[in-house]
């Protein structure tokens, strides 16, 4: 599903521990690190993809996990035409997400990256809350300074006593 302007809806996830560092997955196969993500089914809405994305991508239920918040807007993004997979059509220009904030509540060994029967990654650790900024994919690094800026007061202000 493509809107009119060429965007794919899609969720992004930031998932933090009790410590406030983030979840940093490395993508099967390919050595490139991101934040677990995904598209949004036309049946549907953005909180659902994100709790089915966050099962397939890292093995976690919603019982596993306090949501925090979500960004306000969408947030855009252009594909490089070299990144473009070759079925996404000549009206696709990128995706446009929601960014939801999570917490894990328990421990580091509920994340399992092989709920799905085609991983989508082979890898994951715990960093500080901005290091995913300095990794990043350059397309995808304003994405992320915009949803890491927005959703940041919403942690610090949910983890102080």
Not at 32 to 45: K, L
Request: charged content about 30%; aromatic content about 12%; overall charge positive.
């Amino acid at each position: 599903m493509i809107d009119k302007d060429g965007y794919r809806p899609n969720v992004g996830i930031v998932l933090c521990n009790r410590h406030n560092q983030v979840l940093w997955a490395r993508r099967y196969g390919r050595g490139g690190w991101q934040f677990p993500q995904g598209g949004i089914a036309s049946h549907e809405t953005a909180e659902q993809a994100m709790y089915r994305e966050l099962y397939e991508e890292i093995g976690l239920t919603p019982q596993q996990v306090e949501l925090i918040g979500c960004t306000r807007e969408w947030l855009h993004y252009d594909i490089p035409a070299p990144h473009r997979r070759a079925a996404a059509g000549r009206r696709f220009k990128g995706q446009k997400q929601l960014w939801f904030l999570l917490r894990m509540l328990g421990p580091d060994t509920d994340v399992r990256l092989d709920r799905a029967a085609r991983p989508e990654f082979d890898s994951w650790k715990w960093v500080d809350y901005w290091r995913p900024l300095d990794q990043v994919i350059d397309f995808k690094r304003e994405v992320y300074l915009q949803a890491l800026a927005e959703l940041e007061p919403l942690l610090f202000e949910k983890s102080r006593p």
